[in-house]
């Protein structure tokens, strides 16, 4: 397959995607670090995850040489779909006419995706808004499934800070996934992340978890933000 810098279509932290011009309905991820790239083992673990919501590696990529594995094949989504983290602005869902009705049906299929992970011992981990796409018809798709914890592949703990649970150290596991969960629902909902505001004792995103204060809390110390919308 050809791989080419203008056939990029996204970067991130541990690496970019890009068109595979020999493949119109698959994308290429190439680590920056070949060094973290997936294992053949990992790829065989992770086919068990239910297409219907997850996007799973297909084949490891190797270089030219064919001695290194360098990256993954993946199906491609196509254009319509957009991070989860877009439905946690309200003015985006009033653009998008995206309902509560609509946010319940992303919200039950992101549980059933969660459960049926667990049902397989394999842990998401960094279960934020942006790991998981969404369309405008509501259907959800789990991106970055090459860093999930399987049964012979631990999760590397390097997670997105606002679901990180502080309270249990970060610990990663199956609680943590259901954590995240509530996190991501609260911010489908209340257009919030559940610790933000400001509060005059407790600064940080950690404090406030670890002293279990939210947004919510009857606490004189807390200036709520505005954009927070109470759930009834």
């Known amino acids: 397959i050809t791989l080419s810098d203008q056939n990029e279509i996204h970067r991130g932290g541990e690496g970019r995607i890009l068109f595979i011009p020999e493949l119109p309905q698959q994308v290429a991820k190439i680590y920056h670090n070949p060094q973290n790239a997936i294992t053949l ?18 084949q490891l990529i190797y270089d030219s040489s064919k001695a290194q594995a360098i990256g993954f094949t993946m199906n491609y989504l196509g254009k319509d779909f957009f991070p989860l983290a877009a439905l946690f602005s309200a ?6 006419q995206i309902d509560e009705s609509h946010k319940w049906k992303i ?3 992101i549980q059933t995706a969660i459960s049926k992970a667990h049902q397989h011992q394999i842990v998401i981990g960094d279960l934020s808004g942006l790991n998981i796409l969404v369309n405008e018809k509501g259907v959800v798709k789990f ?3 090459d860093a999930y914890q399987t049964p ?3 999760h590397s703990g390097i997670l997105y800070d606002e679901i990180r649970d502080h309270y249990f150290h970060g610990q990663v596991s199956q609680n943590s996934d259901y954590f995240a ?26 404090e406030r978890m670890i002293h279990q204060i939210p947004v919510f809390a009857n606490d004189p110390q807390l200036k709520t933000p505005k954009c927070f919308r109470p759930i009834t």
């Open 143 to 145: 991106i970055d499934t």
């Open 91 to 96: 003015p985006f869902c009033q653009r998008k």
């Open 41 to 58: 083992q990992q790829i065989q673990e992770l086919q068990v995850l239910d297409a219907q919501y997850f996007v799973k590696p297909l």
């Open 152 to 154: 012979t592949q631990p």
């Open 181 to 206: 969960f509530a996190v991501i629902l609260f911010q489908l909902l209340a257009y919030i992340h559940p610790f933000k505001g400001i509060h005059q004792q407790y600064k940080s995103l950690a």
């Open 107 to 109: 919200a039950e299929q």
